[in-house]
Structure formats: C-alpha cells, structure tokens
C-alpha cells in the first residue's frame, strides 16, 4: 500500500540512450512534482503538474519531459542521456500546491549513466 | 531568492543523547521552513513544518525544531535519541509554503550508537 511508488528503483544505462521513470500515487491527490537529487544531495525540483499546468523549472534540459496519462500517475522521460544525468530522482505528489498541503515522495530511482 | 544551508553532513550521537541538527535558511520574505527524513531505501517523509503560527514546532517521534528570526535559524532537536532515528535529514524553505517551491539542504546523516 505504498503512498508513492517509483520504478525502477535502480537504473544503469549508457550515454545518449532514451529512458523512463514511472511514478504513481495512490493518494488520490491531484498535483506530481519530479526533483532530482545531485551528486551533492541537493534536492531540486524539475517539474511539476497538475490537470491544469505543467511548470517547468527553467534549468532543466528539454530532454526531460514528463507525460501524465492519468490523474495518479507522472513518468518522466529523457532522451539522449548525458553523464551528467546520473543522480536520484525523486517523485512527489500533494493535494493541491497551497501552503497547508504536505508532499509526499517517492523512494526515489538511482540513474547511472554510463 | 531562497537557500538552506545544514552544517554538518554527519552527526554521530549516542543512544539516550540529545539529538541537534543544525540548519540556516536565507530568504527575502518570512519563509515556511521543513524537516523531512529519509529513512534507507524510503522515501523523504515529513517530520515537521514551520508556517509562523508558533515558534516552536513538534514533529513525529519526539522531534521539534525551534524557529529564531535572529539567527535565520530552525534546527530539529530531540531530547533522547533512538537507534530507529539513524537516517537522513532534510531541512527545506519555501517562501510560499507550496512544494513546488521547496528548496532543500544538502542533509543530514545521522547516526545512533549503541
């Protein structure tokens, strides 16, 4: 019964290879956040979204993108995988984006490029 | 603009000893300030949130973080620690309160000894 779920947990692959992340959340909420968590453990957000918006922080490279086929569920996709994209990224989702919601995360998935 | 900064990526206690982890924020306006903790192979879950209602805020599992204006400070402490508190922890500022504009330390390790 797991609140966010990420797939895959770990995930090795070569440079300049196309690749997924799966999140889903069984909450019922209606907003998904991805953050990517570096080499220094600093968390950022990359994006997040809801049936009304996608937002994008301006840093990340357009070859993340992140698809919603439903209300629970928030994938994120990179073409094209460079070096530098090795690091943890983390799914997270709230009911909503005010100030009394909490966020929820994901275990997180551990990306290597190679 | 907003930042944390969390001194000391390792804390090393003793069981039944005072945990304090320390943590300064930067921010252009009265921000709303979080604790989350990730215990291994989980996901970052909340511990505690500031939102200016008190000073003084208690999380789960004997935590609480006091909030100095003054000092730009909100370090998470707790009187007696526990094996089970050996995790990861994250102190984070959002001038909105709203996940989507989390900004994250770079965390703590803490570890119980016996």
């Known amino acids: 019964d797991t609140a966010v779920s990420q797939t895959p947990k770990y995930l090795v692959t070569q440079m300049g290879n196309d690749k997924s992340i799966k999140c889903e959340q069984n909450?019922?909420?209606?907003?998904m956040y991805w953050y990517k968590q570096d080499s220094k453990k600093f968390l950022k957000i990359m994006f997040s979204?809801?049936?009304?918006?996608?937002?994008i922080n301006e840093t990340v490279p357009n070859r993340f993108s992140p698809k919603s086929p439903d209300k629970a569920h928030l994938n994120l996709h990179i073409n094209s995988l460079e070096l530098g994209d090795s690091a943890v990224y983390f799914c997270?989702?709230?009911?909503?984006?005010?100030?009394?919601?909490?966020?929820?995360f994901g275990q997180g998935t551990r990306l290597t490029v190679v | 603009a907003q930042s944390v900064t969390q001194l000391g990526s390792h804390v090393s206690v003793s069981e039944g000893a005072l945990v304090l982890l320390r943590c300064n924020y930067s921010?252009?306006?009265?921000?709303?300030l979080f604790w989350y903790v990730q215990y291994p192979n989980q996901g970052l879950q909340l511990l505690l949130k500031?939102?200016?209602?008190?000073?003084l805020v208690k999380g789960i599992n004997g935590f609480e973080a006091e909030f100095k204006k003054s000092e730009t400070s909100f370090h998470l402490t707790k009187p007696s620690a526990h094996m089970s508190d050996a995790a990861e922890y994250f102190c984070?500022?959002?001038?909105?309160?709203?996940?989507?504009?989390?900004?994250f330390g770079s965390g703590t390790q803490l570890t119980v000894l016996p």
């Open positions: 979204y809801n049936n009304k918006e996608l937002i």
């Open positions: 997270a989702s709230s009911l909503g984006q005010a100030s009394n919601t909490e966020a929820f």
């Open positions: 500031y939102t200016s209602a008190a000073t």
């Open positions: 984070a500022v959002s001038l909105s309160g709203s996940a989507r504009q989390l900004t």
């Open positions: 909450l019922g909420h209606d907003t």
């Open positions: 921010s252009s306006v009265p921000p709303y």
